[in-house]
């Protein structure tokens, strides 16, 4: 399978402050990137979907100025948390699809704890 | 909207026997199937998934599972369940191909014990 890696894996960081998470696709070119927030004992909800150059469509209920995005490259999206809050503690998971689109990789993960 | 059901927070079995962790969907058009496992503070791991073709899967581990049109169903099993398998499992659809994110089940905890 394709190799996705994130980083950083586990982030502990202050309200108020902001976090990068970046997501790389390794060995593909992810044209499409979801980002998806996974809450303790919680199924994962996607937050956010991104072509590459192009501005992210958020889902209901997520705040676009709190949670940007930039998919900049064909194998690099970033996901920054800004001002963060202890709500915003989360797991935070990237899905790159390359351009056949039947094959769903997943990186593996970013633990985000806001204090 | 599509959407996945696991109707069983938590699926106990023992060692050695036979295990299934159930899961049932709702979509439009041919719906692509897909279940994961993850361990603590992992990503998710793919098992397996149904596109077309033969309705029973064969996927990693062991593990298949069976898509059922008529009972818009996809069964997670294993015939001889591992400890190490204890984990949580997750259904996942999507209605067909493309760039088109996955809707996930709300996971079911499988605990296999020696």
């Known amino acids: 399978g394709a190799v996705v890696s994130q980083h950083p894996s586990w982030v502990i960081c202050k309200s108020g402050t902001s976090v990068k998470i970046e997501c790389r696709s390794l060995?593909?070119?992810?044209?499409?990137m979801f980002w998806y927030r996974q809450f303790p004992k919680q199924s994962l909800m996607l937050m956010a979907t991104?072509?590459?150059?192009?501005?992210?469509?958020?889902e209901q209920g997520v705040e676009k100025d709190k949670f940007l995005i930039n998919h900049a490259s064909l194998t690099l999206s970033t996901l920054t948390v800004t001002s963060a809050h202890p709500e915003d503690s989360s797991f935070y998971i990237c899905s790159p699809t390359g351009t056949g689109g039947n094959e769903q990789y997943f990186g593996p993960g970013t633990r985000l704890t806001v204090t | 909207a599509q959407s996945v059901a696991q109707p069983e927070d938590q699926v106990n079995v023992a060692e050695g026997n036979p295990l299934t962790v159930k899961c049932t969907y709702s979509?439009?058009?041919?719906?692509?199937l897909f279940w994961y496992v993850q361990y603590p503070n992992r990503g998710l791991q793919f098992l397996l998934k149904?596109?077309?073709?033969?309705?029973l899967v064969k996927g990693s581990y062991g593990f298949e599972a069976e898509f059922n049109k008529s009972q818009t169903s996809f069964h997670l099993k294993k015939p001889s369940a591992l400890v190490s398998d204890s984990a949580l499992y997750f259904c996942?659809?999507?209605?067909?191909?493309?760039?088109?994110?996955?809707?996930f089940g709300s996971g079911t905890r499988l605990q296999v014990q020696p």
């Open positions: 149904y596109i077309t073709g033969d309705n």
């Open positions: 060995d593909f070119q992810a044209t499409t």
């Open positions: 991104s072509n590459e150059g192009s501005k992210a469509t958020y």
């Open positions: 979509v439009s058009g041919n719906p692509y």
């Open positions: 996942a659809v999507r209605p067909g191909g493309g760039r088109r994110a996955l809707t």
